[in-house]
């Protein structure tokens, strides 16, 4: 078995971490935003391929997963839109290990934008109060 320690992304290729949302990621309401272990919207650049322009590593960025999403119905067919909602069952990346641990590996235009200046604030989290049984 091969255990990649490193990786230089061809063209316009970029490599991303693949994390994921957790039981501790809720809103301020205590629901959670997402499902645990779906993707998160904003990944951390690995690498960049030699024709990348203007992201470089360690850069914090939005992918759209749009091109990876994997829908119910064909593409083109009646159901798709027409008849019915064409829902998305599930996203198919191109996933690397490196270093035992999962990457995306992307192109340019799977990026929206990069994150410049941001703040991390810590979910809030609401306790639920036990409750006493009289005897």
Do not use: W
């Amino acid at each position: 078995m091969l255990k990649i320690k490193k990786i230089k992304p061809m063209f316009n290729y970029i490599l991303v971490t693949k994390d994921v949302y957790t039981d501790k990621d809720v809103d301020t309401d205590g629901f959670y935003r997402q499902l645990e272990g779906s993707i998160k919207e904003y990944q951390k650049v690995l690498a960049v391929g030699d024709m990348v322009r203007n992201i470089k590593e360690g850069d914090l960025v939005k992918i759209n997963p749009e091109r990876y999403a994997q829908h119910k119905h064909p593409a083109g067919s009646l159901k798709d839109g027409v008849i019915e909602d064409n829902p998305v069952v599930a996203y198919r990346f191109k996933i690397v290990e490196l270093e035992d641990k999962q990457c995306l590996l992307l192109t340019e235009q799977d990026i929206e934008f990069i994150v410049e200046d941001f703040t991390e604030e810590a979910p809030k989290i609401i306790q639920v109060p036990e409750k006493k049984i009289l005897v």
